[in-house]
C-alpha cells in the first residue's frame, strides 16, 4: 500500500536558519504530494502541492520539488521565521486508491529568535 | 465564511457515554472524511463519504459511526467511550476527481475522563 515516512523531529532552529524537512514515498500509481502545515491549536492547512514528476510547489518562502527517480519531496525554506514554528506533514493522494490521502507521521519545527 | 466547522471545538465527558461530532463545509464538495490525531500527532483517517455514500471505512471499533444527511454534512456519533478514544477528531473535505487536497475543519477535542 502507500506510505509516507518524514524525518523525525523535532527540529528546533535559530531564526533565518536554512529548512530542509525530508520526505518520501511509495505508492502504486501515479500520487499527487502535498505538504500540509499545522499551527498550535488549529487544523490542518494546505501548505503546498505537486501533481506530477518533477513539478516544483512554492508558497510562503517554502518549496518542494516532485522527485519521481528518487520518489521523495522534501521541503525546503532558506530563511525560517519564529511564525513558522508548527508541524508539517508530508502527503499523498493515489487517485488509484479511492482518493485517499496518506500521511507521514509530521515533523515539529521550533524557531528561536 | 468558515469553510469547514466543526462543533463542539472542547468536549469532556466520563467513560461510557455517547457523544456526537458536527461537520459541515460550504465549499461545495462532494467528498468529506473524518481523520483522528492522538498525542503525538500522528494522523489516521476514519472515514471517507463521496456524495453521501461510505466509500472508505478504516479498521475502527464499530462503537464509531458516521452519518451523512447531506453532501455538506458528516457526523461522528460515538458510542460508550473509552479513554482511548481521548484525541482531537479532524473532519476534513475535497472535491472528487481533482489533486486529492484536503480542507480541514478547525478539529475537536475529545478528552474522556
Known amino acids: 500500500g502507500d506510505s509516507v515516512t518524514q524525518m523525525e523531529g523535532p527540529v528546533t532552529l535559530s531564526e533565518e536558519a536554512f529548512l530542509t524537512i525530508n520526505c518520501t514515498y511509495t505508492a502504486t500509481g501515479y500520487p499527487s504530494l502535498f505538504w500540509y502545515v499545522q499551527y498550535p491549536g488549529e487544523g490542518l492547512q494546505l501548505l503546498l502541492k505537486a501533481t506530477k514528476a518533477d513539478d516544483k510547489g512554492s508558497n510562503k518562502g517554502f518549496e518542494a520539488t516532485y522527485r519521481k527517480e528518487t520518489t521523495s519531496f522534501h521541503l525546503e525554506k532558506g530563511s525560517v521565521q519564529v511564525s513558522d514554528s508548527a508541524v508539517y506533514f508530508c502527503?499523498?493522494?493515489?487517485?488509484?486508491?479511492?482518493?485517499?490521502?496518506?500521511f507521514g507521521d509530521g515533523t515539529t519545527l521550533t524557531v528561536k529568535p | 465564511d468558515t469553510a469547514v466547522s466543526q462543533t463542539p471545538k472542547y468536549l469532556v465527558t466520563q467513560m461510557g457515554n455517547d457523544k456526537s461530532i458536527k461537520c459541515e463545509q460550504n465549499l461545495g464538495h462532494d467528498t468529506m472524511y473524518w481523520y483522528k490525531q492522538d498525542s503525538k500527532k500522528f494522523l489516521k483517517i476514519m472515514f471517507s463519504?463521496?456524495?453521501?455514500?461510505?466509500?472508505i471505512n478504516e479498521t475502527v471499533p464499530n462503537r464509531f459511526s458516521p452519518k451523512s444527511p447531506d453532501k455538506a454534512h458528516l457526523n461522528l456519533h460515538i458510542n460508550s467511550l473509552e479513554l482511548g478514544d481521548s484525541a482531537v477528531y479532524f473532519c476534513?473535505?475535497?472535491?472528487?476527481?481533482?489533486?486529492?487536497?484536503?480542507?480541514f475543519g478547525e478539529g475537536s477535542r475529545l478528552t474522556v475522563l
Open positions: 476534513a473535505s475535497s472535491q472528487g476527481g481533482r489533486a486529492g487536497e484536503l480542507f
Open positions: 502527503a499523498l493522494s493515489d487517485q488509484g486508491n479511492a482518493g485517499k490521502s496518506t
Open positions: 463519504y463521496n456524495n453521501k455514500e461510505l466509500i
